[in-house]
Nanobody
Framework: QVQLVESGGGLVQPGGSLRLSCVASGRISSIAAMYWYRQAPGNERELVASISTAGSTDYANSVKGRFTISRDNAKNSLYLQMNSLKPEDAAVYYC??????????????????WGQGTQVTVST
């Protein structure tokens, strides 16, 4: 199995910045695409940003120009730099990754894992 752990959430004033991190651990063979999602109370989980293994990125329209997704393949890590935060950005942010890992028999198994989430609050 592959575990994802997010960090970096917190309380920030409107206009402020936060940087979220996500680290994958386990007997990882390779990580393909990585994603940031968010879910606000009463809302469905929505895709915020994605990044391919090669570094191609895509963003939800609501965060374009304010958020930057990046990854460090050597560290199995994913980041989300969030600038000019708005109250509507407040949500639990989740990391997701897909790829392959090695099971106890040494076989490569495909995975799709979620982190536990990190809370982002934007308020005065």
């Amino acid at each position: 199995q592959v575990q994802l752990v997010e960090s970096g959430g917190g309380l920030v004033q409107p206009g402020g910045s936060l940087r979220l991190s996500c680290v994958a651990s386990g007997r990882i063979s390779s990580i393909a695409a990585m994603y940031w999602y968010r879910q606000a109370p009463g809302n469905e989980r929505e895709l915020v940003a994605s990044i391919s293994t090669a570094g191609s990125t895509d963003y939800a329209n609501s965060v374009k120009g304010r958020f930057t997704i990046s990854r460090d393949n050597a560290k199995n890590s994913l980041y989300l730099q969030m600038n000019s935060l708005k109250p509507e950005d407040a949500a639990v942010y989740y990391c997701r990754a897909t790829g392959g890992y090695y099971n106890d028999a040494g076989e490569r198994i495909e995975f799709g894992s979620w982190g536990q989430g990190t809370q982002v609050t934007v308020s005065t």
